[in-house]
């Protein structure tokens, strides 16, 4: 009994070992086999209680994929444009046909975010953001990258008081910093913590030579400092 569950574990230690050392071709192949050169950013689809989450994430998608080399459609354009063709709602074309961005705008893919949850602590000096990131061509409905994020953004102040006083000062300063902190700027750090492993596109430096190189878990949880 005790050598088969020494053997199964060390099969899942193998699995995971093998899992955290996939390389982007293999976990992201058709990436490489479309070679996407234009996305369309939906409207994120919110399910948190935060009815703004929903607007102030959809604005901070364009920098970071533009840093990845993708020419990405200006968010103000298409949003006006999804709220005249009732496709405000990106749900509705999660999974159904997107052929018709690919007609209209010429977009190859489309990418949806999932904000599965938003908390801010003041006290504690994080906010908390986790986001389900996935790209769909446009020309064939494939699924081209799909990554899970729960970044948390450090925003602790320590001052150089000591004692008692300074720890009070530490709580002061740290509440104000995290109340103060963007969220936009929230938002824009978790996108590109998540889609760090994302293989670069065409007006990219590394654009089809990343192949090689090393894609992250499919779901990562992280601190990041703001």
């Excluded at 955290?20 to 050169?37: A, F, G, N």
């Excluded at 602590?121 to 081209?144: A, D, F, K, W």
């Excluded at 953004?153 to 963007?182: C, E, F, H, M």
């Amino acid at each position: 009994m005790k050598n088969c569950i020494a053997i199964a574990l060390m099969a899942l230690m193998l699995a995971s070992c093998a899992s955290s050392s996939l390389t982007r071709e293999v976990r992201y192949p058709k990436m490489y086999e479309e070679k996407p050169t234009s996305i369309v950013v939906m409207p994120p689809i919110n399910r948190t209680t935060h009815v703004d989450a929903k607007d102030f994430f959809y604005t901070t998608m364009y920098t970071p994929l533009c840093e990845k080399g993708y020419y990405v459609f200006s968010p103000m354009l298409t949003m006006e444009m999804f709220q005249s063709e009732s496709a405000y709602d990106a749900e509705m074309f999660l999974e159904g046909s997107l052929t018709q961005f690919r007609n209209v705008l010429g977009a190859d893919a489309a990418m949806f975010t999932i904000i599965k949850s938003w908390s801010r602590s003041n006290i504690g000096g994080s906010l908390t953001v986790e986001v389900e990131y996935i790209l769909r061509s446009c020309v064939t409905g494939q699924t081209l990258y799909q990554r899970e994020g729960k970044i948390t953004l450090d925003t602790s102040v320590t001052t150089s008081s000591k004692g008692w006083l300074g720890a009070l000062l530490d709580v002061a300063a740290t509440a104000a910093n995290t109340a103060t902190t963007d969220k936009v700027v929230a938002g824009r750090r978790c996108t590109a913590y998540v889609l760090s492993d994302m293989p670069e596109g065409k007006y990219g430096l590394n654009f089809d030579k990343d192949q090689k190189r090393p894609a992250g878990k499919e779901r990562v949880v992280s601190t990041v400092r703001e």
